[in-house]
């Protein structure tokens, strides 16, 4: 199949922005709780809809009063965080365009997203953001404003729109229009400098609306439930911003949290128990990994492995089922699958909250095993594809009729077409307007209405969408054997020991890998065998380890023919990170430069 549609399940907004169903809420259910906020005790306090209208309309008045007007564009540097979500629609309130930039972003990174989007003002989260700002402000003539969230800069803007009439943030928020601009968000950059993107008020409230219309029954496990859910992901990521305009939209309960590691989510996951959540596959691999872990120490490695084998038979015969290709799971499958439930699928369910049975990912390739154990053990997670150009996701699998290793078929308003040479294009309301200031890439991604995505992909006959690589990372070697290195490191990073995996081989005669290592995974392995720990320097040279890493290595070859297949590959002793520009902020590889940083591993590789 080379096209597929879905039709329409909400309209175009004819009028309004973002900022106003805030008010709508307020006006209809004023005592509905809408927010989590962190307490000060490390617990959660509820805001209601007119507590958070009130927040909004006192914050949209401090902005008035210190200069901000409609149009203009205010970057925030900052965490996932409540007073993000608050200044997003504060901004939106009176028609200015939020900028979102990455905490962890380097001063050339800032001065560049701040001088392109022309920013008047800009709010960091504390004083080693006010200062990395500070460092180029004196090539920002135009920028005016700085606020410091940890120095109080909400109290001190409501301070100063006090004396504004509420009705001048009212005739504000009643110009803006669903073709006005919302928002630029900036690529993270795999490859050359970062675009902004101009996304507006119509792509997001069409995007959002869409996926409450088709997806608004997994928002919780049982009807009497409240919906709500815990947003870690980067809100400065589209993805992230997503989430937080459709919670808004859907009066779903949404908290904030700040970092995303296994260490410091599943403890609030526990606590603000949210009924569903939407993630990268990274979290998904880390509630997994921590399973496998606390099961192997308790001496219980043998049962878990067999749940995680019962879980994903039995995933699959339901998978068949829905899709009309089998009966479902057996008499004896359901037994076996039922013995499992108390003695590991409720644990991993619990460290999740307890409450979660439906979550969505993106941002990157989920494996379908993985997949398929979740859906075994009690949590189905819909997988999704998208781009920032999108606004997030143009394709997830739907309720009911899961495909587990495809990204599901088009959102509804939606038609995904597969060009000749297996691009995939995108076609819908929810495709941003362009890039700003950039006419020459704008015109290389938008095609007469259709974006070029530059990933790789297959419609199958159902119309469900398998992404199989992206146009710049086919790999072609000197032998012109061309290579997908996409599929080799999900399989290769699957092992408990690998965190991380970048295959190389362009214009060399074989395919090599550079590998890091998973600290938490080391340390259970090494204890597991009565081990004492070892530096990163002795990790590296362990034959034991490195035996350990090739099975995965051989496990991965097994998807390609020789000529594809991994020949070599070097354990590095430091894990790839954002810190260090080898990490997109959503977690994705720089290849070009972790190339150049470990050219000495990788000339290695290849001896002449």
């Known amino acids: 199949m080379r096209e597929y549609t879905v039709p329409p399940v909400v309209t175009a907004p004819p009028v309004g922005g973002l900022a106003d169903v805030v008010f709508d809420h307020a006006l209809d259910d004023p005592d509905r709780v809408v927010l989590g906020r962190r307490a000060p005790d490390g617990g959660w306090q509820d805001v209601t809809s007119a507590g958070f209208r009130d927040e909004v309309l006192a914050l949209a008045k401090g902005l008035l009063a210190q200069g901000i007007r409609f149009g203009d564009r205010v970057a925030i540097m900052a965490r996932t965080r409540y007073e993000w979500t608050l200044f997003d629609f504060a901004l939106w309130a009176v028609g200015a365009q939020p900028v979102p930039v990455y905490p962890t972003s380097s001063a050339e990174q800032v001065y560049w997203t701040l001088y392109d989007a022309g920013v008047s003002a800009c709010v960091v989260e504390n004083e080693d953001q006010a200062m990395t700002v500070g460092s180029v402000v ?10 410091q969230l940890d120095a109080g800069a909400v109290a001190e803007l409501v301070a100063a729109g006090a ?51 088709r997806w608004e029954t997994v928002f919780r496990a049982r009807p009497e439930d409240e919906p709500s859910t815990l947003l870690f ?31 410091r989510l599943l403890p609030d996951l526990a606590s603000f128990r949210p009924t569903f959540f939407l993630a990268v596959p990274y979290v998904f691999e880390k509630v997994f990994a921590a399973a496998r872990r606390r099961a192997e120490a308790e001496g219980r490695g043998g049962p878990f492995e067999r749940a995680v084998e019962t879980a994903v038979r039995y995933a699959e015969a339901r998978e068949q089922r829905s899709l009309g290709q089998g009966p479902g799971p ?53 997988e999704g594809y998208g781009l920032t150009e999108s606004c997030a996701a143009a394709t997830a699998n739907p309720p009911g009729a899961t495909k587990y290793g495809t990204v599901g078929p088009p959102i509804p308003g939606t038609t995904v077409h597969i060009a000749e040479d297996g691009e995939v294009w995108l076609h819908g309301r929810h495709v941003f307007a362009g890039y ?37 990372e086919i790999l072609v070697t000197s032998g012109g054997k061309s290579v997908s290195p996409g599929a080799l490191e999900e399989r290769v990073r699957c092992h408990p020991l690998v965190a991380q995996c970048i295959v190389l081989g362009n ?39 490195t035996a350990e890493v090739r099975r995965a290595v051989v496990a991965a070859n097994t998807l390609v023919s020789r000529a594809e297949g991994i020949r070599t590959f070097r354990v590095l002793a430091e894990q790839f990170t954002e810190q260090d520009g080898l990490l997109t902020p959503s977690l994705k590889l720089k290849r070009r430069a972790i190339e150049k940083a470990y050219a000495v591993e990788v000339a290695a590789l290849y001896p002449e």
């Not at 037994?335 to 979550?359: I, P, S, T, W």
């Not at 006419?439 to 297959?458: C, I, Q, S, Y």
């Not at 074989?510 to 720990?533: I, N």
Request: hydrophobic share 45%; charged share 25%; with cysteine.
């Open 138 to 147: 004196d090539r920002l003539p135009q920028l005016a404003r700085l606020w």
């Open 163 to 213: 004396p504004v009439a509420d009705e001048v943030v009212h005739r504000h928020r009643r110009a803006v229009t669903p073709d006005a601009v919302a928002t630029v968000i900036y690529t993270s950059g795999t490859t050359g400098r970062p675009k902004g993107c101009v996304l507006t008020h119509a792509n997001f409230m069409y995007e959002t609306d869409t996926m409450v219309a």
């Open 233 to 263: 992901l980067p809100l400065a990521h589209v993805f992230g911003r997503m989430v937080e305009v459709a919670a808004i939209r859907a009066r779903v309960k949404l908290g904030h949290q700040p970092v995303l590691s296994a260490e």
């Open 330 to 382: 057996s008499a004896a499958l359901r037994v076996q699958h039922q013995v499992f439930e108390k003695l590991v699928y409720a644990k991993v369910r619990e460290a999740m909250g307890g409450r979660v049975r439906h979550a969505m990912s993106g941002g990157s390739a989920m494996s379908r095993r993985l997949g398929l154990f979740f859906d075994g053990a009690g949590v189905t997670v819909f």
């Open 436 to 472: 700003l200031n950039d006419p020459r890439a704008t015109a290389e991604v938008l095609r007469e209405g259709w974006l070029a995505t530059g990933d790789l992909g297959r419609l199958d006959g159902d119309g469900y969408l398998t992404i199989t690589g992206r146009k710049k």
């Open 507 to 545: 214009d060399r005669p074989y395919v090599a890998a550079l590998l890091t290592l998973d600290p938490e995974g080391v340390a259970h392995w090494l204890a597991m065998r009565g081990r004492p720990a070892l530096g990163p320097a002795q990790l590296v040279r362990d034959p034991e380890l």
